[in-house]
């Protein structure tokens, strides 16, 4: 082929080559003002994440740079990245028809900071902040997840969360659900008002109704008010559910610690936590099920207790 013909087929292949950099950016960017046919580039920002996250590439950034909603329906992450809100402004994610942010895809990392996840009054109610059921990786630093019908995070399977220097707040369930696998650990967050309803709801809980070990720690953290400020919760033979609570406070709840099995172990351990103005300081509830207090804990306050908790030295 004569070099005058190769050369339309290599302008054609650079500009595909382009085409296809353009649309893997390592920062896409987000403003109130712009739009989802731009290429999500700090000079011509999109609008929604949908369009950032097809624009961004595997384990990139997405940066909001203005106050504003940034989506219309659920959000379907299914790539590692880094999702948030520049310093002083609210990157706000709306839960309307079902999770605000759904991570659908397994092996990944999705970083969610400075954000805020609620429902506004103009839409149709959705059902919980962020959603996984895939075994990856989910952290969430810096965020506001508030006034949800169901559940702020809920992580099932073999995932792994984070969560840091957060507030989950007026939830009508539990503001954090792990179950059949999953593994969490919550630090210097705030779980507020989680009132539940029929007596269930609250702060943290933990299940495995599989032969599964589901596991989370709450650290340096303030649960206040709802139906139970953490429960552990085996249902079948094989099943593991454990709570480990430090340097933490409980309060005004109808049961601060809860551990209840119809198979298998539940476990609650506590230490170096206040619990206080608990209606039950703790609740222990059938064999399998275990409340152990470790370390300088401070119970004052509480109404009652039902069951046996176990005191243990430090170890």
């Given at each position: 082929?004569?070099?005058?013909?190769?050369?339309?087929?290599?302008?054609?292949?650079?500009?595909?080559?382009?085409?296809?950099a353009q649309a893997q950016l390592f920062r896409a960017y987000l403003t109130s003002t712009g739009s989802?046919?731009?290429?999500?580039?700090?000079?011509?920002?999109?609008?929604?994440?949908?369009?950032?996250?097809?624009?961004?590439?595997?384990?990139?950034?997405?940066?909001?740079?203005?106050?504003?909603?940034?989506?219309?329906?659920?959000?379907?992450?299914?790539?590692?990245?880094?999702?948030?809100?520049?310093?002083?402004?609210?990157?706000?994610?709306?839960?309307?028809?079902?999770?605000?942010?759904?991570?659908?895809?397994?092996?990944?990392?999705?970083?969610?900071?400075?954000?805020?996840?609620?429902?506004?009054?103009?839409?149709?109610?959705?059902?919980?902040?962020?959603?996984?059921?895939?075994?990856?990786?989910?952290?969430?630093?810096?965020?506001?997840?508030?006034?949800?019908?169901?559940?702020?995070?809920?992580?099932?399977?073999?995932?792994?969360?984070?969560?840091?220097?957060?507030?989950?707040?007026?939830?009508?369930?539990?503001?954090?659900?792990?179950?059949?696998?999953?593994?969490?650990?919550?630090?210097?967050?705030?779980?507020?008002?989680?009132?539940?309803?029929?007596?269930?709801?609250?702060?943290?809980?933990?299940?495995?109704?599989?032969?599964?070990?589901?596991?989370?720690?709450?650290?340096?953290?303030?649960?206040?008010?709802?139906?139970?400020?953490?429960?552990?919760?085996?249902?079948?033979?094989?099943?593991?559910?454990?709570?480990?609570?430090?340097?933490?406070?409980?309060?005004?709840?109808?049961?601060?610690?809860?551990?209840?099995?119809?198979?298998?172990?539940?476990?609650?351990?506590?230490?170096?936590?206040?619990?206080?103005?608990?209606?039950?300081?703790?609740?222990?509830?059938?064999?399998?099920?275990?409340?152990?207090?470790?370390?300088?804990?401070?119970?004052?306050?509480?109404?009652?207790?039902?069951?046996?908790?176990?005191?243990?030295?430090?170890?």
């Amino acid at each position: 082929m004569s070099a005058m013909k190769m050369l339309p087929l290599a302008l054609a292949a650079s500009l595909l080559a382009g085409t296809a950099a353009q649309a893997q950016l390592f920062r896409a960017y987000l403003t109130s003002t712009g739009s989802d046919a731009n290429p999500c580039t700090l000079q011509q920002p999109c609008r929604l994440l949908p369009a950032a996250l097809n624009a961004v590439a595997e384990g990139g950034e997405i940066w909001m740079l203005d106050s504003a909603n940034y989506n219309s329906a659920t959000v379907n992450v299914n790539k590692s990245v880094s999702i948030l809100a520049v310093p002083g402004v609210v990157g706000s994610v709306v839960a309307t028809g079902g999770p605000a942010i759904s991570i659908s895809a397994a092996g990944k990392t999705v970083a969610l900071r400075n954000l805020v996840i609620a429902p506004v009054v103009t839409l149709p109610p959705g059902t919980s902040g962020v959603a996984m059921s895939v075994p990856s990786n989910l952290i969430i630093e810096n965020s506001v997840i508030a006034n949800l019908p169901e559940a702020g995070v809920v992580v099932q399977g073999a995932g792994t969360l984070k969560i840091t220097s957060s507030t989950l707040r007026n939830i009508a369930g539990y503001a954090i659900v792990l179950g059949n696998g999953a593994r969490g650990a919550i630090a210097s967050t705030q779980l507020l008002d989680n009132l539940g309803s029929g007596g269930f709801g609250g702060g943290l809980l933990v299940f495995s109704e599989t032969a599964t070990t589901t596991t989370a720690s709450l650290s340096d953290s303030v649960i206040s008010g709802g139906p139970q400020g953490v429960w552990a919760y085996s249902y079948v033979n094989g099943s593991v559910a454990r709570i480990s609570v430090t340097r933490s406070t409980i309060q005004k709840t109808t049961t601060a610690l809860y551990s209840r099995s119809t198979g298998g172990s539940a476990e609650v351990n506590f230490g170096s936590s206040l619990i206080i103005d608990n209606q039950n300081a703790w609740s222990q509830e059938n064999a399998g099920s275990t409340i152990l207090s470790l370390g300088d804990n401070q119970l004052r306050g509480n109404a009652g207790s039902s069951g046996t908790k176990t005191a243990l030295p430090p170890q």
